[in-house]
């Protein structure tokens, strides 16, 4: 059965930092791509920075130099480090695993993060 946990999310003032994390079972975690989403209220889900199993690193424009993600494949766990947080950063964050084999994709349950101004 396969599992994304996520954890880490809460509420922070304007400025501030978190550090989520995504604990994946039931997977081969190193050939798959890893991914954080998010979703604020009447918005669509959208990337917020991806870990590809190879190592390459994106993220979205919004959250560069403010935004680090990483992987720990020996813990199976991907991090998502956000720093200087905005209120606009307030949304539900999702981790996304993706194999790169069979194209099969995994959601967790997600995380609430909530920056308040």
């Known amino acids: 059965q396969v599992q994304l946990v996520e954890s880490g999310g809460g509420l922070v003032q304007t400025g501030g930092s978190l550090r989520l994390s995504c604990l994946a079972s039931?997977?081969?975690?190193?050939?798959?791509?890893m991914g954080w989403y998010r979703q604020a209220p009447g918005k669509e889900r959208e990337l917020v920075a991806a870990?590809?199993?190879?190592?390459?690193?994106n993220y979205v424009d919004s959250v560069k130099g403010r935004f680090t993600i990483s992987r720990d494949d020996a813990k199976n766990t991907v991090y998502l480090q956000m720093n200087s947080l905005k209120p606009e950063d307030t949304a539900v964050y999702y981790c996304?695993?993706?194999?790169?084999?069979?194209?099969?994709?995994?959601w967790g349950q997600g995380t609430q993060v909530t920056v308040s101004s």
């Open positions: 039931g997977i081969f975690f190193g050939i798959n791509d």
């Open positions: 996304r695993a993706r194999n790169i084999v069979t194209t099969m994709v995994y």
């Open positions: 870990i590809l199993s190879g190592g390459t690193i």
